[in-house]
């Protein structure tokens, strides 16, 4: 599993020890708000609505136990006995005091952690698909790559004043789980004719005011290649990027204001002429690098688990979590176990203390030491044998987090929204949790299928409802909360952008709204289409008869 | 009666303060000072800007609020919310320590 080597861990060492400073110079006056807010941005501290929020870097998504313990920890003592994860994979405190926060980071240090380069305009942590180097479906584990872009754009002079926040995702998947096509750069493995592993470079994906669907700007590349392409594109971007105007400085933009062919001509163009060198030094360093994301010692099993099918048998809860929350790994007789934090009338994402203790003793017993941190705000175990599934479920279903609703209408992402956020327009949490009351029944979600619901609090669109099958976005309407419905977006390898279906509702309006999509999809799916097979077959009208028909 | 009251995070915990009529920031909205009429406004902008480079508070504002016998009523959802904490965790937040008011967050 990733560990920091030295350099990283001076490094980290090295910015609490002046982030202290800072504190105490902001404290006694000798610095002022306008000197200190971007040293604490720099680290990670935010001022939200009632107080300040820390947010944490986890990369990849990738805790172990004694780190998931050190959250717990840090939860208890300095904050309100909880933490929020969050759809970038990371864990934010709601209200750590200022005075605090240097202990903080300095009990994250001990545990290779740090909250550090979670804003400004840089490349932002790399994030990639939550089932990593265990997913059946993979061809490689993408997370040495992720690992060797970090570094390379953290090192790189070019990147210290991006126009804008720059983001990447990667999947090592043909499912794109990491969303790659809403980022502004996304790479995706696939194999070519000859069967050979190679990466589809997209770039001009993004959210927020705009949002776009990436174009490819490549679609296979070997992978000794990337790093010299992606300076190509990088390049290409800072040439031309918007600095003068911050809604227009991203490389979406760019790229639909050049056209994606021209984008594309121009990128091979620098690539052609700056060659691909110094390509041993990086295999030596991937290869160095994969070393870290090596997987535990897998124990030689028969893929059937006699105890496994025999307890689904005895237990009805336990076979629907299983088929549900339950996805296939690459090694016989393992099991990838997602924890859904979305109970009914929860508040998505977040996880007390005892539930973070909990996870971290089950990744202890039964995954090899490790957790993952999914963006729909779930977490994962992500190397359980067959035969200990029944046991990890017991102890989870315990403790309420059994929840079985795993891609599935209960399975809603919420931002924090105005119950926390500065910048919000309206709350998402209180939306999402009418509608889990609503559809609290699984029997009904199971029927209804796979379908995502997705919730954000502002246009900024944390919440990533615009690649929902159904996104629900909070506006301010004259002062009051109001909400926009969409339909048909998707975050995966056929990615799209959710259609605004008409006019907003209040938020009592909204669980109403929900059923009449959800009833209107029933009458007219036909045999097996999910939600969004039936949405593309028969585009809006249907829907927004449902919702607008005058009676 | 509409008015303003100043509000701010204090710098060391970052907690919901408001400015009451003894210059102090205060924890409950109940002790604000609701300014009336444009010469406490002004005043208030005078003592925004002092504030926001000092050491007590920072990112000091007015909002709009309405006196509701003994209470002051945020104009705005976003200000009760900051006034009494999150909706969705009364147990958090100035509602908690009984100090939020007894106005809803939803107006
Ligand atoms: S979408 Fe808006 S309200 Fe939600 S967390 Fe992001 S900035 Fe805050």
Same mark, same amino acid.
């Given at each position: 599993?990733?560990?920091?080597?030295?350099?990283?861990?001076?490094?980290?060492?090295?910015?609490?020890?002046?982030?202290?400073?800072?504190?105490t110079?902001?404290?006694?006056?000798?610095?002022?708000?306008?000197?200190?807010?971007?040293?604490?941005?720099?680290?990670?501290?935010?001022?939200?609505?009632?107080?300040?929020?820390?947010?944490?870097?986890?990369?990849?998504?990738?805790?172990?136990?004694?780190?998931?313990?050190?959250?717990?920890?840090?939860?208890?003592?300095?904050?309100?006995?909880?933490?929020?994860?969050?759809?970038?994979?990371?864990?934010?405190?709601?209200?750590?005091?200022?005075?605090?926060?240097?202990?903080?980071?300095?009990?994250?240090?001990?545990?290779?952690?740090?909250?550090?380069?979670?804003?400004?305009?840089?490349?932002?942590?790399?994030?990639?698909?939550?089932?990593?180097?265990?997913?059946?479906?993979?061809?490689?584990?993408?997370?040495?790559?992720?690992?060797?872009?970090?570094? !390379?754009?953290?090192?790189h /002079? $070019?990147?210290?004043?991006?126009?804008?926040? *720059?983001?990447?995702?990667?999947?090592?998947?043909?499912?794109?789980?990491?969303?790659v096509?809403?980022?502004?750069?996304?790479?995706?493995?696939?194999?070519?004719?000859?069967?050979?592993?190679?990466?589809?470079?997209?770039?001009?994906?993004?959210?927020?005011?705009?949002?776009?669907?990436?174009?490819?700007?490549? #679609?296979?590349?070997?992978?000794?290649e990337?790093?010299?392409?992606?300076?190509?594109?990088?390049r290409?971007?800072?040439l031309?990027?918007?600095?003068?105007?911050?809604?227009?400085?991203?490389?979406?933009?760019?790229?639909?204001?050049?056209?994606?062919?021209?984008?594309?001509?121009?990128?091979?163009?620098?690539?052609a002429?700056?060659?691909?060198?110094?390509?041993?030094?990086?295999?030596?360093?991937?290869?160095?690098?994969?070393?870290?994301?090596?997987?535990?010692?897998?124990?030689?099993?028969?893929?059937?688990?006699?105890? *496994?099918?025999?307890?689904?048998?005895? @237990?009805?809860?336990?076979?629907?979590?299983?088929?549900? @929350?339950?996805?296939?790994?690459?090694?016989?007789?393992?099991?990838?176990?997602n924890?859904?934090?979305?109970?009914? #009338?929860?508040?998505?994402? #977040?996880?007390?203390?005892?539930?973070?203790?909990?996870?971290? #003793?089950?990744?202890?017993?039964?995954?090899?030491?490790?957790?993952?941190?999914?963006?729909?705000?779930?977490?994962?175990?992500?190397?359980?044998?067959?035969?200990?599934?029944?046991?990890? !479920?017991?102890?989870?279903?315990?403790?309420?987090?059994?929840?079985?609703?795993?891609?599935h209408?209960?399975?809603?992402?919420?931002? /924090?929204?105005?119950?926390?956020?500065?910048?919000?327009?309206?709350?998402?949490?209180?939306?999402?949790?009418?509608?889990?009351?609503?559809?609290?029944?699984?029997?009904?979600?199971?029927?209804?299928?796979?379908?995502?619901?997705?919730?954000?609090?502002?246009?900024?669109?944390?919440?990533?409802h615009?690649?929902?099958?159904?996104?629900?976005?909070?506006?301010?309407?004259?002062?009051?909360?109001?909400?926009?419905?969409?339909?048909?977006?998707?975050?995966?390898?056929?990615?799209?952008?959710?259609?605004?279906?008409? /006019?907003?509702?209040?938020?009592?309006?909204?669980?109403?709204?929900?059923?009449?999509?959800?009833?209107?999809?029933?009458?007219?799916?036909? $045999?097996?289409?999910? *939600?969004?097979?039936?949405?593309?077959?028969?585009?809006a009208?249907?829907?927004?008869?449902?919702?607008?028909?005058?009676? | 009666?509409?008015?303003?009251?100043?509000?701010?995070?204090?710098?060391?915990?970052?907690?919901?303060?408001f400015?009451?009529?003894?210059?102090?920031?205060a924890e409950?909205?109940?002790?604000?000072?609701?300014?009336?009429?444009?010469?406490?406004?002004?005043? *208030?902008?005078?003592?925004?800007?002092?504030?926001?480079?000092?050491? $007590?508070?920072?990112?000091?504002?007015?909002?709009?609020?309405?006196?509701d016998?003994?209470?002051?009523?945020?104009?705005?959802?976003?200000?009760?919310?900051?006034?009494?904490?999150?909706?969705?965790?009364?147990?958090?937040?100035?509602?908690?320590?009984?100090?939020?008011?007894?106005?809803?967050?939803?107006?």
């Amino acid at each position: 599993m990733y560990r920091y080597d030295e350099f990283d861990h001076r490094f980290v060492r090295e910015r609490t020890t002046q982030f202290r400073d800072q504190v105490t110079r902001r404290l006694s006056g000798e610095l002022t708000e306008d000197e200190f807010k971007p040293l604490r941005l720099m680290n990670g501290v935010y001022l939200q609505l009632h107080a300040y929020m820390l947010r944490v870097a986890v990369p990849y998504g990738t805790l172990s136990a004694p780190q998931m313990r050190q959250l717990a920890m840090i939860a208890e003592r300095y904050d309100r006995g909880y933490g929020h994860f969050t759809t970038r994979q990371n864990i934010q405190y709601n209200w750590p005091a200022l005075k605090d926060l240097p202990d903080v980071l300095d009990h994250l240090a001990e545990v290779e952690m740090h909250a550090i380069q979670t804003s400004g305009n840089c490349i932002r942590n790399v994030t990639t698909d939550q089932w990593a180097g265990v997913a059946a479906d993979e061809i490689a584990d993408p997370r040495p790559i992720c690992e060797l872009l970090r570094q !390379w754009s953290s090192l790189h /002079p $070019e990147f210290s004043f991006l126009p804008r926040k *720059f983001k990447i995702a990667v999947t090592g998947a043909p499912q794109d789980r990491a969303a790659v096509a809403v980022h502004d750069i996304g790479l995706h493995m696939h194999r070519n004719a000859d069967g050979e592993a190679g990466w589809e470079v997209l770039a001009g994906g993004g959210q927020g005011r705009t949002p776009m669907i990436a174009v490819t700007v490549r #679609d296979w590349l070997p992978e000794r290649e990337l790093l010299p392409y992606l300076e190509a594109v990088m390049r290409v971007y800072n040439l031309h990027g918007r600095r003068d105007n911050k809604y227009k400085a991203r490389i979406k933009i760019l790229i639909h204001e050049l056209g994606a062919e021209e984008f594309r001509r121009q990128v091979e163009e620098e690539f052609a002429r700056a060659g691909t060198p110094e390509v041993e030094v990086e295999q030596r360093e991937l290869a160095r690098i994969a070393a870290y994301f090596a997987p535990p010692a897998y124990e030689d099993l028969q893929d059937v688990s006699t105890e *496994f099918e025999l307890a689904k048998n005895g @237990n009805r809860d336990f076979a629907n979590w299983a088929k549900i @929350n339950v996805a296939e790994h690459k090694a016989p007789g393992y099991a990838i176990v997602n924890i859904s934090l979305k109970p009914v #009338d929860g508040i998505p994402g #977040d996880a007390t203390t005892e539930e973070m203790n909990l996870v971290a #003793d089950l990744s202890e017993r039964y995954s090899a030491n490790e957790i993952r941190i999914t963006h729909r705000q779930n977490l994962v175990l992500p190397y359980v044998r067959k035969r200990d599934l029944f046991a990890v !479920w017991s102890a989870l279903n315990d403790a309420g987090l059994a929840i079985a609703n795993l891609g599935h209408l209960g399975d809603i992402i919420a931002c /924090p929204g105005m119950d926390y956020c500065a910048l919000a327009t309206a709350r998402s949490i209180p939306i999402a949790q009418d509608i889990s009351r609503k559809f609290a029944d699984l029997k009904r979600q199971y029927d209804v299928g796979p379908l995502t619901i997705n919730i954000s609090g502002c246009i900024n669109a944390c919440g990533h409802h615009h690649v929902a099958h159904i996104g629900i976005l909070g506006v301010d309407k004259k002062g009051k909360e109001f909400y926009q419905i969409t339909l048909g977006g998707a975050s995966d390898e056929n990615a799209s952008i959710g259609k605004i279906l008409g /006019p907003g509702f209040s938020g009592e309006e909204v669980p109403d709204a929900i059923e009449k999509i959800i009833e209107t999809y029933i009458a007219i799916r036909g $045999e097996s289409e999910t *939600f969004l097979q039936t949405y593309r077959r028969v585009g809006a009208d249907p829907f927004k008869e449902a919702l607008y028909a005058t009676a | 009666m509409t008015g303003k009251i100043l509000t701010a995070n204090r710098v060391d915990d970052g907690l919901v303060v408001f400015l009451n009529g003894r210059g102090e920031w205060a924890e409950a909205l109940s002790e604000a000072w609701l300014g009336e009429h444009d010469s406490t406004i002004a005043e *208030f902008e005078d003592i925004a800007s002092a504030a926001g480079a000092g050491t $007590e508070v920072t990112d000091v504002y007015l909002f709009d609020a309405e006196r509701d016998g003994d209470e002051f009523v945020p104009a705005h959802i976003r200000e009760r919310i900051r006034a009494l904490g999150p909706t969705v965790r009364m147990d958090l937040g100035k509602q908690a320590e009984g100090i939020g008011g007894a106005f809803n967050a939803l107006g």
